[in-house]
């Protein structure tokens, strides 16, 4: 059976309807009543009355779906009973000005094929379903109003990426997702191995004749090329194997790091700040229908919110001065606020929602709470780290200026307990032409909670690896 491109002709004619004008929307408005098209879809809902029946159609395309109207005794329609919700068809037909007030255009059916039945125990029946039972069900959940659209706009959001870095001369690289080099130096890493259960095997013995892991960053990895090709990003998967069940929290997530030669602490902040500003502003240009969804049913300030952070300018504070004002809010936090401590997210909230009602970028922390690859300041106490901060969110990106100089990076390597041995190719980039250089990660699933309003990481993941799940 041929299958035609029916999502274009569901685009079309809902752009009629929003006033658009595409090469498709020209061809198809050239002719009302339009010739034969032909639809393929899914059935959202089904309205039977005596001589009819109303089919409202989605193929996934987009948020809203197409009516077809199929006459008793249209060619098809002896399967009308099997077309539950759930089910797929085909539908031929002409497009026609609607009779009802929710539509301007609806198909008029010529002929209906039903290409998979559903049955009553679809679970996605037209009611309310709860978010964590719609986690259970994660391979039919993206059909769902509310997932169809945090999907969307995940895939618009990746080529966003894309073109922000491709725009301003970035390369884009893959780091290796196997590893033998602790980025974060937290520990929390999955084992590789092919070593059976309770080995006393040598670690020589191993299929990489030394410990592996997933990889929890591609950043030290993009530091060497951006150590020759001047500016790169990676955007791939990493993961942590960290027990936390909180709603920011994943095993596998992805990331976004860029990395630019040549650039300090002041450089890299301005690029985050425009790589956020890009992805909401790209966001609120072509996902205007899925983000209005989600503005009406998930977060009502959600589109005030995007459009200030879109307009204007991030402020910009040192982590001395975010600590002082959060001592003197007078605000009861769960978590201590003191010097040296790392700032959990009801601070970071705190001063995004309630002080600055911005986005805001906090810089220069303590080294004692940063990695060792972070350049130390003149004061001797802190490093040139800076973190973007977001309502509803907290921390969204996370980068630094890196330590270029050989003595110093040997120091804080020894400092934080690492061996030389292991990082001697990290170290030789010190040795051979060395240059500032800076960059950041930013977390995609963390940016998709900022822009779609969804609290909970699990909900912009298509199928989230968690402590305890790995399902699907």
């Not at 109207?69 to 060619?75: C, H, L, Q, R």
């Not at 780091?175 to 020589?204: N, Q, W």
Request: proline share 5%; hydrophobic share 40%.
């Amino acid at each position: 059976m041929d299958f035609p491109a029916s999502r274009l002709v569901i685009a079309a004619i809902l752009a009629m309807e929003w006033g658009m004008r595409t090469p498709v929307l020209t061809a198809l408005s050239s002719q009302a009543p339009m010739d034969e098209i032909n639809v393929c879809g899914w059935v959202r809902t089904k309205r039977d009355a005596k001589a009819f029946s109303f089919l409202e159609l989605n193929d996934g395309s987009c948020l809203r779906g197409i009516q077809v109207v199929v006459d008793t005794g249209t060619p098809g329609s002896e399967a009308l009973p099997e077309m539950t919700t759930g089910a797929s068809v085909e539908v031929k037909g002409r497009l026609v000005a609607s009779q009802g007030k929710e539509q301007a255009w609806e198909i008029q059916a010529t002929w209906v094929g039903l290409l998979g039945t559903a049955g009553e125990t679809y679970p996605l029946q037209k009611k309310g379903h709860s978010l964590e039972f719609l986690r259970e069900i994660a391979h039919l959940r993206p059909r769902s109003n509310l997932f169809g659209a945090v999907f969307r706009v995940r895939s618009r959001m990746a080529y966003a990426v894309h073109t922000f870095f491709q725009e301003r001369g970035f390369f884009n690289i893959h780091t290796p997702m196997i590893t033998a080099s602790d980025c974060e130096g937290a520990g929390e890493m999955f084992r590789v191995t092919t070593l059976p259960p309770g080995s006393a095997a040598k670690p020589e013995t191993d299929f990489f004749g030394k410990p592996a892991f997933l990889t929890v960053s591609g950043q030290l990895e993009a530091e060497t090329m951006a150590c020759a090709l001047g500016k790169v990003y990676t955007f791939g998967p990493t993961f942590r194997a960290e027990n936390s069940n909180t709603s920011r929290h994943a095993a596998e997530f992805w990331m976004i790091e860029p990395e630019q030669a040549f650039c300090d602490l002041s450089g890299n902040m301005d690029l985050a700040e425009a790589q956020l500003k890009h992805q909401v502003t790209d966001a609120l240009t072509h996902c205007a229908e899925d983000l209005a969804f989600f503005s009406k049913y998930v977060d009502r300030e959600l589109l005030e919110r995007l459009r200030f952070v879109a307009e204007r300018p991030f402020e910009r504070i040192s982590y001395t001065e975010a600590v002082k004002l959060l001592e003197a809010s007078g605000h009861s936090f769960e978590y201590p606020v003191k010097y040296g401590l790392n700032l959990q997210s009801e601070h970071e909230r705190w001063l995004t929602e309630k002080h600055f009602q911005c986005p805001v970028i906090v810089y220069n922390y303590p080294k004692e709470i940063k990695p060792f690859y972070m350049r130390q300041n003149d004061d001797g106490t802190t490093v040139a780290a800076m973190d973007v901060l977001v309502p509803g969110i907290g921390e969204i990106i996370g980068g630094s200026q890196r330590e270029e100089r050989p003595e110093r990076l040997s120091a804080a390597m020894a400092h934080h307990g690492l061996s030389e041995a292991d990082y001697w190719w990290y170290a030789d980039l010190r040795k051979f032409g060395t240059v500032p250089h800076a960059g950041y990660g930013m977390g995609f699933e963390r940016l998709l909670m900022f822009v779609t309003g969804v609290g909970n990481i699990r909900d912009v993941i298509p199928f989230a690896r968690t402590p305890g799940h790995a399902e699907f």
